[in-house]
């Protein structure tokens, strides 16, 4: 009975981890919707609904007492100002990134990413790698380097979004406070901001929030549940599945977002860019497999190999 009980957690727990996966997917199909609306009004309402949003929620799964702590402890707090300002970044370069065409450069950074928290591992927190580690990042690097020579320029959008969500992960590690605490004390950080530039945008008459008709403005305030609707699911998964399981799914959402690009939205893939993007792939699977083959093998928690 235990057995069965174990095996149900799990599965629901995949469920949930996969769902949050295809939902962060689809999010350039979501802020397509929000146009005419300029990315730096829908980053700044997604700050704030967010915020309403994570109020319920904190509010529901009484964590209030875990916010307040943070917002009382100064070091917590300066990482998470930071971590806010770092997640700001990727959220903007993502939204602009879809209002301008460039949803599989986006894809790439997503890709790219857990190569580049291995790095800051490496440089930062003074981890040190296996050997197959050091090859899927040397594959990595070749591949950026292929598309930078074949663009004539670097991908400055997949590399933006890549390392300012990593950097992000690092904040978020060094501050050890729980997902939806810690997201809420970020949106808390950010909404002064967000808020005066929604009130500034209103001032001007040049405010898109309410002037697009009920489905339009329906549309913009959930930008807050559609950004904590994820994590929550996210949530669920991490409390039921090991991390060798829920890690792997971290590639549906780049992937769904590159399928987007390129069937949906009709966004241009040279054979060069295709070959870039196979480099990358290579490298995720040379990193995917060592993780894995290393937690089972020393029966470690596999989070410390970065899934």
């Not at 235990?2 to 957690?9: A, L, M, N, P, S």
């Not at 994570?54 to 930071?82: E, F, M, N």
């Amino acid at each position: 009975m235990e057995v069965r009980d174990q095996r149900g957690r799990q599965r629901a727990g995949v469920v949930s981890g996969f769902t949050a996966y295809v939902l962060w997917g689809l999010f350039p199909l979501y802020w397509g919707f929000l146009e005419p609306a300029s990315p730096t009004e829908v980053l700044a309402a997604r700050v704030v609904f967010s915020l309403v949003s994570l109020a319920v929620l904190v509010t529901v799964v009484r964590q209030w007492p875990a916010v307040r702590a943070v917002l009382a402890d100064r070091r917590r707090l300066g990482i998470l100002s930071l971590a806010a300002a770092i997640v700001s970044v990727n959220w903007g370069v993502f939204i602009w990134a879809v209002a301008n065409g460039h949803v599989v450069d986006a894809s790439l950074g997503y890709f790219i990413n857990p190569l580049v928290s291995i790095a800051l591992g490496v440089v930062v927190l003074r981890e040190r790698l296996r050997p197959l580690q050091w090859l899927a990042v040397g594959i990595a690097a070749a591949a950026v380097g292929y598309a930078t020579v074949s663009a004539g320029r670097p991908p400055w959008i997949a590399l933006i979004l890549a390392c300012s969500f990593g950097l992000y992960g690092l904040a978020k590690k060094l501050a050890g406070v729980d997902a939806v605490p810690s997201l809420t004390v970020e949106m808390i950080v950010l909404t002064p901001v967000a808020g005066a530039y929604l009130a500034w945008l209103w001032a001007q008459g040049s405010l898109v929030l309410g002037a697009e008709g009920p489905a339009h403005a329906l549309l913009m305030v959930g930008a807050g549940p559609v950004t904590a609707l994820p994590l929550l699911f996210f949530g669920f998964a991490a409390h039921r599945v090991p991390l060798t399981v829920l890690g792997p799914l971290q590639y549906v959402a780049p992937t769904l977002q590159l399928i987007i690009g390129v069937l949906v939205l009709d966004e241009p893939m040279s054979p060069e860019r295709w070959l870039a993007f196979v480099g990358v792939w290579v490298a995720l699977a040379v990193f995917t497999a060592d993780a894995l083959r290393a937690a089972r093998g020393r029966g470690l928690d596999p989070a410390a190999d970065g899934l």
